[in-house]
């Protein structure tokens, strides 16, 4: 498949390549070029007459086909909130990728999230990466991106109506750091000792984020409890991202000094709870202009995942940078989920999910005229 005659924004260094074209060989960009220069051959040429390629944008942070579209309980699978600890769960084995918003995702030019647990336990469970649009085998990217913790609010109101630990987040943190100590004794025991230990599958789940191979992802809004994720991630030495980080603006040069990564938003939301009363749209671009690496994300179902682009398009009217809120969509998601060598830009040897638009993405009105992920167009635009 050839597309010809596009302005292709690369979110690499080159940048814009004006009056150019692209082609896709199989699920891969294969090639580009210049118009004037000439075109390959192709048994399938679609000229889009000088509107823009994209990147596939990428929503870091979501819950798509963990809390299912327009179900209460039976489609209710992201908080196994009967026990606090459960870093064993898989986000693959609750997810519908059948889901009708994971093509409303597709249609909005979305192809890649990261969805998994909510935030009810402070350990939650294990992350997973899809791609929007394929049959089921196409669509798993990663089935253990990362391992999902939760500080602050959510959990001690979970647990509160139960009776039950943490209702403070004093124990909050105290029941990460037990689970992080009993794994840390338990890989231990299995390099050190000749006989294996009694199986424990929650520390099976934590030896690869102990060894640095999995970030985890924590959830926290307040400054103190993002102080909290950032001590107990450096006690145990764990590679770090956090979500959220709604009063990260305030502590943005500390947060630049620790070389924090954020998924920053929801960006739409109301200040539903007492944990988001500083909730501030400007938030990503402080954190830009402060150094901080920071995406994008809708928190679907929280946002609907569609209005992701409008959502990095907030962030261009409260002060960040054009280049930068697409980036936060497309090339910064990819970095801080390590997906860089896939998906993210506009380079050869990287998946072909990008979308095309005639006007600005980040616009209330855009719709893109077409996308492809995987190098398949999604049907039914």
Same mark, same amino acid.
């Given at each position: 498949?050839?597309?010809?005659?596009?302005?292709?924004?690369?979110?690499?260094?080159?940048? $814009?390549?004006?009056?150019?074209?692209?082609?896709?060989?199989?699920?891969?960009?294969?090639?580009?070029?210049?118009?004037? =220069?000439?075109?390959?051959?192709?048994?399938? $040429?679609?000229?889009? #007459?000088?509107?823009?390629?994209?990147?596939?944008?990428?929503?870091?942070?979501?819950?798509?086909?963990?809390?299912?579209?327009?179900?209460?309980?039976?489609?209710?699978?992201?908080?196994?909130?009967?026990?606090?600890?459960?870093?064993?769960?898989?986000?693959?084995?609750?997810?519908?990728?059948?889901?009708?918003?994971?093509?409303?995702?597709?249609?909005?030019?979305?192809?890649?999230?990261?969805?998994?647990?909510?935030?009810?336990?402070?350990?939650?469970? #294990?992350?997973?990466?899809?791609?929007?649009?394929?049959?089921?085998?196409? #669509?798993?990217?990663?089935?253990?991106?990362?391992?999902?913790?939760?500080?602050?609010?959510?959990?001690?109101?979970?647990?509160?109506?139960?009776?039950?630990?943490?209702?403070?987040?004093?124990?909050?943190?105290?029941?990460?750091?037990?689970?992080?100590?009993?794994?840390?004794?338990?890989?231990?025991?299995?390099?050190?000792?000749? =006989?294996?230990?009694?199986?424990?599958?929650?520390?099976?789940?934590?030896?690869?984020?102990?060894?640095? =191979?999995?970030?985890?992802?924590?959830?926290?809004?307040?400054?103190?409890?993002?102080?909290?994720?950032?001590?107990?991630?450096?006690?145990?030495?764990?590679?770090?991202?956090?979500?959220?980080?709604? =009063?990260?603006?305030?502590?943005?040069?500390?947060?630049?000094?620790?070389?924090?990564?954020?998924?920053?938003?929801?960006?739409?939301?109301?200040?539903?709870?007492?944990?988001?009363?500083?909730?501030?749209?400007?938030?990503?671009?402080?954190?830009?202009?402060?150094?901080? #690496?920071?995406?994008?994300?809708?928190?679907?179902?929280?946002?609907?995942?569609?209005?992701?682009?409008?959502?990095?398009?907030?962030?261009?009217?409260?002060?960040?940078?054009?280049?930068?809120?697409?980036?936060?969509?497309?090339?910064?998601?990819?970095?801080?989920?390590?997906?860089?060598?896939?998906?993210?830009?506009?380079?050869?040897?990287?998946?072909?999910?990008?979308?095309?638009?005639?006007?600005?993405?980040?616009?209330?009105?855009?719709?893109?005229?077409?996308?492809?992920?995987?190098?398949?167009?999604?049907?039914?635009?």
């Amino acid at each position: 498949m050839l597309i010809i005659n596009a302005e292709i924004v690369t979110m690499e260094a080159e940048g $814009i390549l004006h009056n150019a074209w692209l082609q896709v060989t199989g699920k891969k960009l294969a090639a580009l070029g210049f118009m004037a =220069e000439g075109t390959p051959k192709d048994d399938e $040429i679609i000229d889009i #007459q000088g509107a823009s390629v994209y990147p596939g944008f990428i929503d870091a942070h979501t819950h798509l086909g963990m809390w299912e579209n327009g179900l209460a309980f039976e489609g209710d699978d992201g908080n196994e909130d009967t026990d606090p600890s459960t870093p064993h769960l898989r986000a693959i084995d609750a997810v519908n990728f059948f889901d009708e918003c994971f093509a409303e995702a597709a249609r909005a030019g979305v192809t890649t999230i990261v969805t998994g647990p909510g935030s009810a336990n402070p350990i939650g469970g #294990q992350l997973a990466v899809y791609k929007t649009f394929g049959n089921p085998e196409e #669509q798993l990217v990663e089935p253990y991106l990362a391992l999902k913790l939760a500080l602050g609010e959510n959990p001690k109101s979970t647990y509160h109506g139960k009776g039950e630990t943490p209702v403070t987040r004093m124990a909050t943190a105290a029941i990460i750091r037990e689970q992080l100590l009993k794994a840390s004794r338990y890989l231990q025991d299995l390099e050190e000792n000749e =006989e294996l230990p009694e199986l424990d599958v929650k520390c099976e789940a934590l030896i690869p984020v102990l060894k640095k =191979e999995k970030p985890v992802h924590i959830h926290c809004h307040r400054r103190d409890d993002i102080l909290t994720a950032i001590r107990i991630a450096e006690e145990f030495g764990l590679d770090y991202v956090l979500v959220h980080a709604t =009063e990260g603006y305030m502590i943005a040069d500390y947060l630049k000094g620790k070389g924090a990564k954020i998924l920053s938003g929801p960006l739409l939301c109301d200040r539903s709870k007492p944990e988001l009363k500083n909730l501030s749209p400007s938030s990503v671009g402080v954190l830009f202009e402060a150094g901080v #690496q920071s995406a994008i994300i809708s928190d679907h179902p929280v946002i609907p995942i569609q209005y992701l682009p409008l959502s990095a398009g907030i962030a261009v009217r409260e002060g960040l940078p054009h280049e930068s809120a697409l980036a936060a969509i497309t090339s910064v998601p990819a970095a801080i989920c390590g997906l860089s060598e896939r998906i993210g830009s506009i380079k050869l040897g990287k998946d072909a999910d990008f979308s095309v638009f005639s006007g600005d993405p980040l616009s209330i009105s855009a719709t893109p005229q077409m996308v492809f992920v995987s190098g398949k167009r999604v049907n039914a635009l």
